[in-house]
């Protein structure tokens, strides 16, 4: 089945993504207003993060981390592996792939990079994030860089697509704001703001292109 998977999911990342429409779904938002838009802050600083996805007991399983608790504006949070833009990196992608073998141990040529998804704002640290996905062929041998993963969770690409995964309660951000927040409840881990968008429109694109993930 995996190897079915890859291929479809190779197909599908020829076609427009979807963006911004997939996004919504996901996206916090004021209570006063669903449809205001946050400003965009001058010269947001350039971000890349890694979505992989490999097989466990031959279905298609994505990978997060938790970040630790910190004083910082994604404390606690759970995330696709990734950083800053830094100068010696050669493009977002290079961000990436440098990203996820520093923080969880992955190299390069291991992964097979499908393609981009689109990229997401994050007000709170005035970051725009640029995602990736990417294959691996087996469950990988992670070596988690402390300072940057406090854990790591192996979520299968069916349950996102489950009845009621989809929940909404006020988070309040790294600014004070309180924002409702819509939320995939991960057995009770909350995997909301940019990383859920991007989750969003992976699951459209699955959806769109028919593509199977059980």
């Known amino acids: ?69 910190y004083d ?29 073998q520093e923080e969880i141990g992955i190299e390069r040529q291991h992964i097979k990079v499908v393609g981009p998804l689109s990229e997401v704002y994050v007000l709170a640290s005035n970051f725009m994030v640029y995602p990736f996905v990417g294959l691996l062929n087996e469950v990988p041998t992670l070596i988690l860089e402390e300072k940057e993963v406090a854990n790591t969770l192996e979520i299968p690409l069916y349950r996102f697509f489950e009845k009621d995964i989809i929940k909404e309660k006020v988070i309040k951000n790294a600014l004070g704001f309180n924002l409702m927040a819509p939320y995939y409840d991960l057995d009770g881990k909350v995997l909301w703001g940019a990383t859920a968008m991007m989750v969003s429109e992976l699951c459209a694109i699955l959806k769109q292109q028919n593509i199977r993930v059980q």
């Open 1 to 69: 089945m995996f190897e079915k998977f890859t291929d479809e999911l190779q197909q599908a990342f020829r076609h427009p993504l979807p963006g911004k429409a997939a996004h919504e779904l996901l996206k916090p938002y004021l209570k006063i207003n669903k449809n205001l838009e946050p400003p965009q802050l001058l010269k947001p600083k350039n971000a890349a993060v890694m979505t992989l996805i490999y097989p466990v007991d031959n279905t298609p399983t994505l990978l997060f981390i938790e970040r630790p608790v």
């Open 72 to 100: 910082g504006a994604h404390s606690g949070q759970i995330a696709f592996p990734g950083g800053k833009i830094e100068k010696s990196d050669t493009s977002f992608l290079d961000a990436a792939l440098r990203e996820t």
